[in-house]
Each structure stands twice: as structure tokens, then as C-alpha cells.
């Protein structure tokens, strides 16, 4: 029988103990961090003890999501000195389309700058109408990425399902990737490009230098499991993606990504990093 442990006891857990300390990466000289969705009660609750969680794990970075963006300036500089502090870094953000507005990407930038974040990349659209909606979506990011260029950014698009499901005889993601440009990031949501049906091997192949930042989410065929499944468990390739991303999709960074397990949300990354490692080495 599995025993749970509450948040708070598995925050003192990890603060007190001295074995869980940062471990070799193994082979791969790509940092992997942790898209903070992942911890998501956790982080509304307590956001600095567990970003200090997540560092006392292993974790090289984080990814922070939407509710960043109400951040002031002046808590943003707490949140940097913290992730200074730790030794991590922010790899990027998570946005809701209204970042990508002429209105808001200035702040975006400035908070993205601020926490030392890289990349500004869209998790959704929205709701798009037809090809002609999927096109207008690369041409705001086209022009984010003019604005987020000049300040030493990048912006980008995150998959889902649906962009990698048909409309009027082609996938949505194709028309990203073919209207946008080389600036704007492609980062690979590995469960759900599976989970729809699409290889990603092939898709990396296929945008070379575009995938700069992948999603280590696993999506099991389990009817029963989906994605409650821990990192390398469920169906993902994962040695061809890796490899297919080091040789040819220019990665930067993983970010293991989890929606649900088992075990409580800081057991889930532990375990998930765990695997991580494992198959890394």
C-alpha cells in the first residue's frame, strides 16, 4: 500500500534531508527543469517553498505558468533573487494569448527579463476559426517575437491535442511552422503530439532548429492511465526523441511536465525526475 504524504510533510521531507541532492545529469548536457504546472496547488499555496522544493530535487530550472503575468516588477526580483539563490534558472513561461498582445507584450518582456526567463511561449491560442484563424495566430507571434527579439527573447507556440489534429486538409501546427519565423520556438509537447496520433520523431525532423524546448509529458494508450503516468512510462519514444532533438531540432532545454499520478504532485516529480535520470545515464 502507498502511503501519501501531506504537502507540508513532504516539504520538510525534502528540506531536511541530505540525500536528495542534485545527482549528474548523466550523459545529456541539456539542462532539464520542471514546468511548474506540474505543482500547480502547491505553487498557489506556497510559491517560494516550492520552487525551493523543486531546486532541493534536482532541478536545474523551472517553467513558470500564466499567473506570472500579474506579477508586480517588484515580486518578480523576489522570485529572481530566490531562483539566484537556489542555483536554477527560469527556462521560460507559460502565456495566455493576451501576452501576445500589443498591449501586453511589453510587460511579458519586462517580467520575463526581469525573472531571467528566455523564451515567452503561448500554451494556447484559444479559440481559432479555420486556417485562415491559425494563420492570423502566427502572425501575432511574429510580431511579438519582433518585440521580444529586441530585448533579447524569444517567443513561442506549445501544442496541444487539437494542433496536431486536421482542419480544412492540414494540421494546424504546419501552418504555425510554415508562418513563422525561425525566431519563434516550436516547443514539443511530446503526450499530447502522441496522444493525437502524430509521430514526434518525425515532426522534430521535419522543423529542424525550431524545437528548441521540449515537454517531457508521457501519454500512456491505458485507457486507464492516459496521463497519469509517470515521465517514461507511458507510450513516448523516448530515445528516438531525445536524440532526434539533440541532432537536429537544436533543444535547449527538457521540462518534465506531469497532469496527474498516484502519488502527490512533489512525490510524482521526484519520481518522474528519477526516471529521467535513469534513462539518461
Not at 24 to 44: D, F, M, N
Not at 48 to 73: D, N, Q
Not at 196 to 214: F, L
Request: charged share 25%; aromatic share 8%; hydrophobic share 40%.
Amino acid at each position: 500500500m502507498t502511503t501519501h504524504l501531506s504537502r507540508r510533510s513532504f516539504l520538510v521531507s525534502v528540506a531536511a534531508s541530505p540525500l536528495l541532492v542534485k545527482a549528474a545529469a548523466g550523459k545529456s548536457k541539456i539542462p532539464v527543469g520542471l514546468e511548474l504546472y506540474s505543482v500547480r496547488e502547491e505553487l498557489k499555496t506556497d510559491l517560494m517553498g516550492t520552487v525551493r522544493a523543486v531546486a532541493k530535487l534536482g532541478y536545474e530550472g523551472v517553467e513558470f505558468y500564466s499567473p506570472y503575468f500579474e506579477w508586480t516588477a517588484d515580486y518578480a526580483k523576489e522570485v529572481r533573487k530566490l531562483l539566484d539563490d537556489l542555483g536554477i534558472v527560469c527556462f521560460s513561461t507559460h502565456n495566455g494569448p493576451n501576452s501576445f498582445t500589443s498591449e501586453n507584450i511589453g510587460k511579458a518582456v519586462e517580467l520575463n527579463k526581469i525573472i531571467g526567463s528566455k523564451m515567452i511561449i503561448m500554451a494556447s491560442a484559444g479559440r481559432v476559426d479555420g486556417l485562415s484563424g491559425w494563420k492570423r495566430v502566427a502572425e501575432q507571434l511574429n510580431r511579438a517575437a519582433e518585440t521580444a527579439k529586441a530585448a533579447g527573447l524569444r517567443v513561442g507556440f506549445h501544442n496541444h491535442q487539437t494542433e496536431f489534429q486536421p482542419v480544412e486538409g492540414d494540421l494546424p501546427m504546419n501552418v504555425l511552422a510554415k508562418n513563422t519565423g525561425r525566431d519563434v520556438v516550436l516547443q514539443l509537447d511530446v503526450g499530447t503530439c502522441v496522444h493525437a496520433g502524430h509521430d514526434p520523431v518525425k515532426w522534430i525532423e521535419q522543423n529542424p532548429g525550431r524545437i528548441a524546448s521540449v515537454h517531457c509529458k508521457d501519454w500512456s494508450s491505458d485507457p486507464n492511465k492516459g496521463y497519469r503516468v509517470l515521465f517514461g512510462e507511458g507510450s513516448a519514444p523516448w530515445a528516438k526523441i531525445f536524440e532526434a532533438a539533440e541532432r537536429v531540432g537544436g533543444v535547449e532545454n527538457y521540462l518534465i511536465e506531469q497532469e496527474g499520478s498516484d502519488y502527490p504532485p512533489l512525490e510524482t516529480v521526484e519520481r518522474c525526475l528519477a526516471n529521467y535520470r535513469k534513462m539518461r545515464s
